[in-house]
C-alpha cells in the first residue's frame, strides 16, 4: 500500500445546512475509508471545509439583506457542528473565507498566469443596467429552450436538468431587478482545456481503468464532445479577487478556488509538511464527490494541477450517484429533505443508525431511495434483532453465570475454531470491498459475523448446557467475546460509535485480545427500536415542509424585508389574543379579487373572517388548514361582511404570502404566545 493517502470530501457550499443526501453521496463514504486506513495505521490527511464563495451565497445575502460573510458563518458553523456530532472524522474542516484559501488560490492562479497558461478572451455578457452590474449565469433566468420551462437559469434547467447558457434562454431577465439585461463586453481569463485534452487529460483519462464505471462514462462522455476553454474569473464582488492588474472586480471562478481549498486546508492543519500531502508521488490522493462534481474533479482540477505543476493527480474518483427521499428527488428549494442537524436533535445518539442504514443503501452505482419506513424496519429487523440481540446474549449469560469474568480458554474446540476462521475470513473480505470503495457490500460482510455469532450461540444452547457443563459454557462464551470483538474492531469505520460501546463492553480496546480472568464491564441495549410513533412523525414533517415550502420563481425580484418597528411594552403584547383555529370553509368574496370569506374553527365558537389572500389561494387549497388567528381584533364589515379577527400571514422571498401556522397538529383554541 502507498506511503500516505490525501482524501478529501467535496466541499459542502455554505448558504444551507447538510442533507443525507450529502452524507450518502461523499461524507459517510469519505469517512469510511479515512478510518479504515487509519485503522491500518496509514498516515491520513481526511480534509474538507465549507465552499464559501460563488453566486447562490450573493443571492441568499440579498435576499436576506445582509452581508455575504454573515450567510457563510452562520451556515459554517451549523455544518461544522453537524459533522463534529455526526462523527466525521475530518482532520481539518476549514473553510474558503480564510486569508490563507484566499492566499493561495491568488498564488496558484498567478503561476498559471505567468506560465502563459490562460487566454484572455473578451465577450458580451449580460449586464443589468438598473442594478450596475454583470450578472452571473444563475442571476439570468428566462424559458428553457429544451423544454420551455419559464423559470430555467442560466446555467441549468431545473425541470429538464439539461446544462444552458445564458445566450440560449428564452426572454432572458435579471433574477435580481426583473429587467431585461443587454449585452455588454467583458474581459475574462480562460483555461484553454481544448489543448490541455490532447496534450494530457485524454492519456490520464485513460490510465484509470480501475475507477468506477459511472465516473468512466462521464469523463468519456465530456472528453468525447470535446473540452472548450473555460473562463476562470467572473465580474463578482464576492471571492478571490483576481490576482491581475487589469481585472477590476473580478473574483476566481468559484470552481477554480474551491478544489483549491483542498489544498488550503492541508496546508492550515499541516503548515509544515502540507506538500509531503500534495506533491510526493509516494501519496494517494482519493476524492469523495457527489456525480454532479465529476467533471470537475475528474478533468478540470486535474487540468488545473498539470497546468502549475509539482502535484499529485487523484488516484481515484469513487462518485456517488443521488439519493432520493420517499421517492422523489431531494430538493433544498422546496425543503424536500431531512437535515442533518434536525435529525441529530429528532434522534439523539442514534448517529450510527442513519450511517448504517445510509451505507446500507449507499448510490455507489445508481440512483437510490431512502424512506423513513425502510429505515425503521433495518434498524429494528437488523441493528436491534441481529447485532444487539447477539451482543447483549453474550454479554447478559457472561455476568448471569460467571459475573462477568472471561473463562480461561486456549480455543481448540473444533467447532469454535472453524467459527473464528469464518470470521477471520469475513474480515479478510471486508478489508478488500473497502480497498475497492465497494462499502455496502462490505457492511453487509460485517453484519455476516453477528448472524455467525447468532447461529453459533443458537446452536450450542449455553442455556441448557449451563446445567451439566459449565467448563463448556465459559469456551462458548469465551469464542463469543473474541467473535464481538473482531466485530468490533471491523465495525470502527461504519459504526465508530457502536464500536466504541463494545470495547467499553469488552473492557478492551481494539489492540487488545479476549483474554481470560479478565472482567467484562457491566452490559446495556446496544440499540433501542425505532417506534412508529417516531416514524410517524418524521412522515408528518416532510408533508409540512412540502406544503410550507412553495417552488421559488427565480424571475421574481428578491424580497426586501421590512425594518424592526420601535419597541412596545410586554403589556401592550399581552392585550393580543392570538389562538390556533382551522378554516371550515371558504369562498371568494364576490366583486372583490383579494379577498376570501372564511369560516374557522377556534375550539370556542365558529366565526367568519374576511382575508386578503384570493391572489395566493384558492379556496379549495385550503380547507382543514390550521392558522394563527388574532381573535380579539375589533370586529369590522368588509364588503358588508363582518370579519371577527385577522389570520396571521407572512411573505416568502417573492412576495407570495404564507400561512403562520403551528409546526404540527395543534388544539382549537390554543393560545399562541
Not at 453465570?401 to 472453524?418: A, I, S, T
Not at 428578491?558 to 383555529?581: L, Q
Not at 363582518?642 to 407572512?650: A, K
Request: glycine letters at 6%; a negative charge; hydrophobic letters at 40%.
Amino acid at each position: 500500500m502507498p506511503k500516505r493517502y490525501t482524501v478529501t470530501a467535496a466541499l459542502p457550499y455554505a448558504n444551507g445546512p447538510v442533507h443525507i443526501g450529502h452524507l450518502a453521496g461523499a461524507y459517510l463514504p469519505a469517512d469510511i475509508y479515512a478510518r479504515w486506513l487509519r485503522s491500518k495505521g496509514k498516515d491520513v490527511a481526511f480534509v474538507c471545509g465549507t465552499d464559501e464563495h460563488g453566486v447562490p451565497i450573493t443571492i441568499k445575502a440579498r435576499r436576506e439583506g445582509i452581508a455575504p460573510q454573515e450567510v457563510v458563518d452562520r451556515y459554517f458553523e451549523i455544518i461544522k457542528k453537524s459533522f463534529e456530532d455526526f462523527g466525521i472524522s475530518f482532520d481539518v474542516f476549514s473553510r474558503t473565507s480564510k486569508p490563507i484559501h484566499h492566499t493561495t488560490s491568488s498564488d496558484f492562479f498567478k503561476t498559471l498566469y505567468d506560465k502563459g497558461v490562460f487566454t484572455e478572451s473578451e465577450t458580451e455578457q449580460y449586464f443589468d443596467e438598473q442594478e450596475q452590474q454583470f450578472l452571473a449565469d444563475r442571476y439570468i433566468t428566462g424559458t428553457c429552450p429544451k423544454c420551455n420551462f419559464d423559470k430555467a437559469y442560466g446555467d441549468q434547467c431545473e425541470k429538464c436538468g439539461s446544462t444552458l447558457s445564458p445566450d440560449e434562454l428564452i426572454n432572458p431577465v435579471s433574477a435580481i431587478s426583473g429587467q431585461i439585461p443587454i449585452l455588454r463586453k467583458t474581459k475574462n481569463w480562460y483555461l484553454p482545456l481544448d489543448s490541455i485534452q490532447s496534450e494530457f487529460l485524454n492519456d490520464f483519462i485513460q490510465s484509470k481503468t480501475n475507477w468506477k464505471s459511472n465516473v468512466m462514462g462521464q469523463c468519456k462522455s465530456w472528453l468525447k464532445e470535446g473540452l472548450q476553454p473555460r473562463a476562470m474569473t467572473r465580474d463578482l464582488d464576492w471571492g478571490v479577487k483576481v490576482p491581475v492588474e487589469s481585472a477590476i472586480n473580478k473574483v476566481l471562478y468559484v470552481w477554480f478556488d474551491a478544489p483549491i481549498g483542498y489544498i488550503s486546508a492541508t496546508k492550515e492543519r499541516y503548515p509544515d509538511t502540507w506538500e509531503k500531502y500534495w506533491k510526493d508521488p509516494e501519496t494517494e490522493l482519493v476524492h469523495f464527490i457527489g456525480k454532479d462534481n465529476i467533471v470537475f474533479h475528474c478533468i478540470i482540477f486535474p487540468a488545473m494541477l498539470h497546468a502549475h505543476g509539482g502535484y499529485i493527480m487523484p488516484t481515484n474518483v469513487p462518485a456517488n450517484e443521488f439519493l432520493n427521499l420517499e421517492g422523489n428527488k431531494i430538493s433544498t428549494s422546496r425543503n424536500h429533505a431531512i437535515w442533518l442537524n434536525e435529525y441529530l436533535v429528532d434522534f439523539p445518539g442514534r448517529m450510527d443508525e442513519l450511517r448504517y442504514v445510509l451505507n446500507s443503501i449507499a448510490p455507489e452505482t445508481k440512483d437510490a431511495d431512502f424512506t423513513w419506513k425502510d429505515f425503521q424496519a433495518r434498524v429494528n429487523n437488523e441493528l436491534c434483532s441481529i447485532l444487539g440481540n447477539f451482543v447483549n446474549r453474550v454479554l447478559v449469560l457472561s455476568h448471569k453465570y460467571f459475573g462477568g469474568r472471561v473463562q480461561n480458554y486456549d480455543l481448540n474446540n473444533p467447532l469454535d475454531l472453524e467459527l473464528l476462521a469464518e470470521v477471520q475470513a469475513i474480515q479478510n473480505n471486508i478489508d478488500k470491498l473497502v480497498s475497492e470503495f465497494k462499502f455496502r457490500e462490505a457492511q453487509f460482510e460485517l453484519m455476516a459475523i453477528a448472524r455467525a455469532g447468532n447461529k453459533y450461540i443458537t446452536d450450542q444452547e449455553p442455556w441448557h448446557l449451563i446445567k451439566t457443563d459449565e467448563k463448556r459454557v465459559g469456551e462458548i462464551l469465551h469464542t463469543c467475546l473474541v467473535l464481538t470483538h473482531a466485530f468490533a474492531v471491523s465495525a470502527i469505520p461504519f459504526l465508530p460509535f457502536t464500536s466504541q460501546k463494545l470495547f467499553h463492553f469488552l473492557n478492551v480496546n481494539a489492540d487488545s485480545t479476549i483474554k481470560g480472568g479478565a472482567l467484562l464491564n457491566q452490559p446495556e441495549l446496544l440499540f433501542q427500536k425505532i417506534e412508529d410513533a417516531q416514524i410517524e412523525a418524521q412522515l408528518e414533517k416532510l408533508k409540512i415542509q412540502a406544503s410550507a415550502n412553495q417552488i421559488q420563481s427565480p424571475t421574481d425580484t428578491v424580497k426586501t424585508i421590512d425594518p424592526i418597528k420601535e419597541n412596545i411594552s410586554f403589556d401592550d403584547f399581552a392585550k393580543m389574543d392570538i389562538r390556533v383555529a382551522t378554516i371550515m370553509a371558504a369562498e371568494k368574496v364576490e366583486k372583490a379579487d383579494k379577498l376570501l370569506k372564511l369560516t374557522l374553527a377556534t375550539g370556542l365558537d365558529t366565526r367568519t373572517v374576511v382575508s386578503g389572500i384570493a391572489l395566493d389561494f384558492k379556496p379549495e387549497e385550503i380547507i382543514g388548514k390550521q392558522v394563527c388567528l388574532l381573535a380579539n381584533l375589533e370586529p369590522r364589515k368588509l364588503r358588508g361582511i363582518e370579519s371577527q379577527g385577522m389570520i396571521l400571514m407572512s411573505e416568502d422571498e417573492n412576495g407570495k404570502l404564507v400561512f403562520i401556522s403551528p409546526a404540527s397538529l395543534a388544539l382549537n383554541g390554543a393560545t399562541v404566545r
